[in-house]
């Protein structure tokens, strides 16, 4: 099946920097998301993009779908972005609902 | 207030008994899904359900089981045939395919079995 990898594996900014979490998958893509998982375990719907640029806020996204890899850039971080960063994927070859999940990112925001 | 509901939000069981968690949407999605998350991992497909009466396995089915007899609802059961059944449970929904097939997510379930 379709591998997902996600770095860095772990992140620690200061309040107010930017950052850019890093995608890779193996097989060409139907559907990518991108969430963020709270504290509470609630994940959040951050972006649906197979494929090109969308931004929301202080958070966009890039999907180069030729390429096989997609980015987050989150900038002016706050500490309620802190949180597990999920980048999820469905190959081509499948249906629009397997998800396939990487092992996400985990950052921390300080003061 | 549209969304997916899961209860409970915790659930305690001794080992050997089945135990039953509730996912129910109001989105009006055709497709529903139930992931399991480890600690420090990501999510792993359970079960999933494109319409009514039936259902497919994920990755990691042996153990569970689903009915999907609403539309609105997708039961899962933690089977004791489920050899590490502590974990948490997430329930997603989507519209069905193409552009629609964003899936959104419960507040999920934590099961804990001693």
């Known amino acids: 099946g379709i591998q997902v990898e996600q770095s860095p594996p772990d992140l620690i900014l200061q309040e107010g920097a930017n950052s850019t979490l890093r995608c890779n998958f193996s097989?060409?893509?139907?559907?990518l998301q991108w969430f963020h998982q709270n504290p509470w375990g609630q994940l959040i719907n951050l972006f649906y993009?197979?494929?090109g640029t969308k931004q929301n806020g202080r958070l966009s996204a890039t999907t180069v779908a030729t390429e096989r890899y997609s980015l987050l850039y989150i900038s002016s971080s706050q500490t309620t972005d802190s949180g597990v960063y999920f980048c999820?994927?469905?190959?081509?070859?499948?249906?629009?609902?397997?998800?396939?999940f990487g092992k996400g990112t985990l950052l921390t925001v300080n003061p | 207030d549209g969304g997916i509901t899961q209860s409970p939000k915790y659930l305690f069981r001794k080992e050997g008994q089945n135990v039953t968690l509730s996912c129910e949407q109001n989105?009006?999605?055709?497709?529903m899904y139930w992931y399991r998350q480890d600690p420090g991992q990501g999510l792993r497909l359970i079960y999933y359900?494109?319409?009514?009466?039936?259902?497919q396995k994920g990755d990691i089915a042996e153990g569970y089981s689903v009915s999907r007899e609403k539309k609105e609802s997708f039961p899962l059961t933690v089977t004791s045939a489920q050899k590490n059944p502590t974990a948490f449970y997430l329930c997603?929904?989507?519209?069905?395919?193409?552009?629609?097939?964003?899936?959104?997510f419960g507040p999920g379930t934590r099961l804990t079995v001693t």
């Open positions: 989105l009006n999605h055709d497709a």
């Open positions: 097989d060409s893509v139907n559907n």
């Open positions: 997603a929904s989507s519209m069905w395919g193409g552009a629609f097939s964003e899936q959104y």
């Open positions: 993009i197979p494929s």
């Open positions: 999820a994927v469905d190959g081509s070859g499948g249906s629009n609902y397997k998800l396939t």
């Open positions: 359900s494109q319409i009514v009466n039936d259902f």
